[in-house]
C-alpha cells in the first residue's frame, strides 16, 4: 500500500481488499445501491476515500468497497481510531438515511435480544415493522417515541402475548380480504382492539357470512365505517363502533 498524500490526515490506496473488515451491525449491502455506485464508477472513476477504524472495519463506504472488488480499481481510505457503529449510523444521517430495517438488522447482529424477538415477530405473522411495533407496543397507532426509542436501540415490548393476539386476529381477516395488510385496514382494527363494544368474533361471523361487503378504502375512517356496516348488517340495535 502506499500514502496518497502527507497532510493532517492520510490517504492510502490499496488493491488488497482482504485488508477490510464488515463493522458487526452495519446495514447489510443494498443490491440496488450498489448497481448504481458500479455503473457511476464505470463511466468516471473518482478515489473517494472509505473510512476505517483502527481495526480496518468499514464506518464509511461498504459500497464503495463492494464496486472497487468488482471493477478491480484501488480503495482509497483513511484511518480514524475508535470509531464506532454509532459513528456509523451519525454519518449515514447525512446522506443515505437507515430505515427500520436497517436499525432492526443492525441490533439483531449485535445479539440484542429485544430486536431479535421483535424480527422473529415480523417474520412469523409477515406485518410490516411499523405495525409490528404498533403491536409490540399495545398502543392503538404507532407513536413516534417508538420509532425514536427503537432507532436508539432502547426499545421494549410492552406485551408479546397480547401483540400475538392481536396478529392473529388480523390473520382471521385474510381469508375474506386481501388487503389485510394494508395500513390504513391494520390501523382502522388496531382501533377497534381498543373498543370494549367490539366483538371480533362476531365479526368475523358477518364477514364469512357477507365477504363482499368488506370493501377497499382509501383511510381509516372508511375503513371504521365499512367495519361497523358489517358487524351491525341485520340487526335492531346498532352498536357505534368509533
Not at 358477518?206 to 378504502?217: G, I, N
Request: glycine content about 2%; hydrophobic content about 30%; charged content about 30%.
Amino acid at each position: 500500500m502506499k500514502q496518497v498524500n502527507n497532510e493532517s490526515i492520510a490517504i492510502y490506496e490499496t488493491h488488497d481488499y482482504s485488508l477490510f473488515k464488515k463493522l458487526n451491525g452495519n446495514r447489510d449491502i443494498d443490491k440496488n445501491h450498489l448497481e448504481k455506485i458500479i455503473k457511476s464508477m464505470e463511466k468516471k472513476y473518482l478515489p473517494i476515500p472509505i473510512i476505517v477504524n483502527e481495526k480496518f472495519e468499514i464506518i464509511d463506504g461498504q459500497h464503495r468497497i463492494e464496486s472497487c472488488k468488482k471493477l478491480k480499481y484501488p480503495i482509497n481510505y483513511v484511518v480514524i481510531n475508535d470509531c464506532r457503529l454509532d459513528d456509523v449510523k451519525l454519518l449515514n444521517s447525512n446522506s443515505k438515511q437507515w430505515s427500520l430495517k436497517d436499525y432492526l438488522n443492525a441490533y439483531c447482529k449485535t445479539k440484542n435480544k429485544t430486536y431479535i424477538q421483535v424480527k422473529k415477530f415480523i417474520n412469523e405473522y409477515g406485518f410490516s415493522i411499523v405495525d409490528s411495533l404498533t403491536m409490540l407496543s399495545n398502543t392503538k397507532s404507532n407513536q413516534g417515541i417508538d420509532q425514536i426509542k427503537f432507532k436508539q436501540g432502547i426499545y421494549e415490548i410492552k406485551d408479546i402475548n397480547k401483540a400475538r393476539e392481536i396478529a392473529e386476529k388480523m390473520l382471521e381477516v385474510k381469508p375474506y380480504f386481501d388487503r389485510y395488510k394494508t395500513r390504513s385496514f391494520f390501523l382502522a382494527m388496531s382501533e377497534l382492539f381498543h373498543n370494549k363494544n367490539y366483538n371480533h368474533k362476531k365479526f368475523i361471523q358477518k364477514l364469512s357470512a357477507y365477504p363482499t361487503k368488506l370493501r377497499c378504502c382509501s383511510n381509516k375512517y372508511d375503513y371504521l365505517k365499512n367495519i361497523e356496516d358489517i358487524f351491525n348488517f341485520n340487526q335492531k340495535k346498532k352498536i357505534r363502533l368509533f
